[in-house]
């Protein structure tokens, strides 16, 4: 079964980290850019963070760049976003996005940066 999972989602205080995961399945991570996208209440999905194929390149949007890290693991099938310092404008549902042959998104998770 081809899909994507999510997880490290939360609820933080601003200025705190989380690290989410997003397990990828029934298909050859490597063949696949992946990337992080996230959606806010009442806004439009957007993208936080991307990475190629093998991990040599990386592009944030300017919100995130000196905060976030994408990182991927193809040996363990698995992409990462790191968050540090985050922020209340950081709350949102994260998805996890393959890009290639297909598009495959993953089902999301809650991320709720408050005090």
């Known amino acids: 079964q081809v899909q994507l999972v999510e997880s490290g989602g939360g609820l933080v205080q601003p200025g705190g980290s989380l690290r989410l995961s997003c397990a990828a399945s029934?298909?050859?991570?490597?063949?696949?850019?992946m990337s992080w996208y996230r959606q806010a209440p009442g806004k439009e999905r957007e993208l936080v963070a991307a990475?190629?194929?093998?991990?040599?390149?990386?592009n944030y949007a300017a919100s995130v760049k000196t905060r976030f890290t994408i990182s991927r693991d193809n040996a363990k099938n698995t992409v990462y976003l790191q968050m540090n310092s985050l922020k209340p404008e950081d709350t949102g549902v994260y998805y996890c996005?393959?890009?290639?042959?297909?598009?495959?998104w993953g089902q999301g998770t809650q991320v709720t940066v408050s005090s």
């Open positions: 029934g298909f050859t991570l490597s063949n696949y850019a």
């Open positions: 996005n393959a890009r290639g042959a297909y598009t495959m």
């Open positions: 990475i190629s194929r093998f991990g040599g390149s990386t």
